[in-house]
């Protein structure tokens, strides 16, 4: 897997889209699918860009709970 920024970008812009204290469930983005999604949902947890729970299995799947101070900070950079 190659790390795809713009990928981390479009998550971040789609859990914004969520309503408060609600989560947002990881889907195919840009092209990509559920497990290129998770696997960056992983990178995105790892850098403090969001708070999140990975599910690991026969098929990957995530929840972000919220974005980080930090993620905020990245979507501004951006």
């Known amino acids: 897997m190659t790390r795809d920024m713009d ?5 971040l812009l789609e859990v914004e889209k969520v309503p408060a204290m609600q989560p ?4 195919p983005l840009l092209g990509h699918d ?4 998770v696997s960056h949902i ?3 947890l790892d850098a403090d860009l969001v ?6 299995g026969m098929m990957p799947d995530a ?3 919220r974005i ?3 993620g905020y900070d990245f979507l501004e950079s951006v």
């Open 51 to 56: 708070e999140a729970r990975i599910l690991k």
């Open 42 to 44: 992983q990178l995105a």
């Open 68 to 70: 980080t101070n930090n």
């Open 34 to 37: 559920i497990t290129d999604v």
């Open 24 to 27: 947002w469930h990881s889907t």
């Open 7 to 11: 990928l981390i970008r479009e998550i």
């Open 63 to 65: 929840f972000i709970i």
